[in-house]
């Protein structure tokens, strides 16, 4: 991820009310504040639905958003927070 999209990323999770304007850390880069960033997600999604984050790949730094529920998984298909999703039966 770019200087600019971490930005961005940041910019919009401060716009989407997760992240605060002046909160220190920030969870693109620190697994701490992705740690907290997470906890505050979960709480938003319903009874029996789960977020979690995973590598892309075995090698990769970059990491997918997958929200479950039941045997429908979700996928985030940009971590950048378009909320754009693909889903498919697990």
Known sequence: MTEQERQGTRTKLIEFGFWGVSEPGDP????????????????KLAEDVYLISEPV???????????????????SVDV?????FSSRIS
């Open 57 to 75: 790949s075995v090698r990769s730094l970059t990491r997918e958003v997958v929200i479950f529920r039941g045997v429908l998984e979700m996928t």
């Open 28 to 43: 693109t880069t620190d697994n701490h504040d992705a740690g907290t960033l997470n906890d505050r997600l979960q709480t």
């Open 80 to 84: 950048g927070f378009d909320c754009s």
